[in-house]
C-alpha cells in the first residue's frame, strides 16, 4: 500500500472509530435532544455522515450528481442549497437507526480507500465538490479534522444535555421561591411597596426570581 493511501486509511479509520464510541455514550432518549447552543448529537452524527459521502466517494472514484446531502449545513448558501435534498437517515429516526446508517457509511468510505486507483492519492488529483474543485488529499486530511471538531461538540452536547436531565430529576433541586423563602426566615425584607404584591403572592404568579432559584 503506497504512503499517501496509508496514511488516509490510518487517520480517518481512528477517527470514525473514535467518533462512533463518543455517539454511543449518549443515552437514546438524549441524542435527539437539542443543547442550550448548537444542535443535538443526532445532528452531529448526520452532518459527518453527509459530509463523508460528499467528499470520500466523490473524491477517490468520481462525482455522483445524484447525490443529495440534508445535513451539511450552510442552509442559506446557494451552493448548499443546490445539493439539498433525501439523505440516508433524519435527526428524528432516532439513536440506533442513525448509528447503523453511520456505520454503513464509514464502512463504504474505508472500501473506497482501499479501492481507488493509486493516482487519486496524487497530491495533484482534484475533484470538483459543492462550490469549487479540491485537492484530494487535503480534503481527504481535512475531514479527518472536522470530524475530530464534531466529535468534541458531540461530547461536549452530550455532556450538557446530561447534566441537565441530572438536575432536573434531582428530588433535592431547589423549588422556584425557595431562597425568598429562606432569606425572609434569616430576617430578609424586601422592598415592598405600600399596596403591592406580598412576597408570596411574587412567588405564586413567579416574579421576583433571583440568581438563587
Known amino acids: 500500500m503506497d504512503d499517501a493511501r496509508a496514511l488516509i486509511l490510518y487517520s480517518l479509520q481512528a ?21 442550550s447552543w ?3 448529537a443526532a445532528w452531529h452524527a448526520l452532518h459527518v455522515m453527509d459530509w463523508t459521502r460528499c467528499i470520500i466517494q466523490p473524491g477517490l472514484l468520481g462525482v455522483n450528481p445524484a447525490l443529495t446531502y440534508g445535513y451539511l449545513g ?12 433525501p439523505t440516508l437517515a433524519q435527526e428524528q429516526d432516532g ?17 473506497d480507500i482501499l479501492n481507488a486507483p493509486a493516482e ?7 475533484f470538483e465538490a459543492i462550490k469549487k474543485p479540491r485537492p484530494v488529499l487535503e480534503s481527504l486530511l481535512y475531514h479527518a479534522t472536522h470530524m475530530a471538531y464534531h466529535r468534541g461538540r458531540a ?17 433535592n433541586r431547589p423549588k422556584f ?9 434569616e430576617g430578609y425584607r424586601p422592598l415592598i411597596i405600600e399596596g403591592g404584591p406580598s412576597v408570596e403572592q411574587i412567588i405564586r404568579e413567579g416574579r421576583g426570581h433571583t440568581d438563587d432559584d
Open 15 to 35: 477517527e470514525f472509530q473514535a467518533f462512533q464510541e463518543v455517539l454511543r455514550e449518549c443515552p437514546e432518549k438524549m441524542f435527539g435532544q437539542r443543547p
Open 38 to 40: 448548537g444542535h443535538s
Open 74 to 85: 450552510f442552509e442559506q448558501e446557494d451552493w448548499a442549497r443546490a445539493v439539498t435534498g
Open 95 to 111: 439513536k440506533e437507526a442513525i448509528l447503523a446508517v453511520v456505520q454503513a457509511v464509514f464502512e463504504q468510505a474505508l472500501e
Open 120 to 126: 487519486r492519492f496524487s497530491p495533484q488529483a482534484t
Open 155 to 171: 461530547r461536549q452536547v452530550i455532556y450538557e444535555v446530561n447534566s441537565l436531565t441530572l438536575r432536573l430529576n434531582d428530588p
Open 177 to 185: 421561591g425557595d431562597a425568598w423563602r429562606k432569606r425572609e426566615a
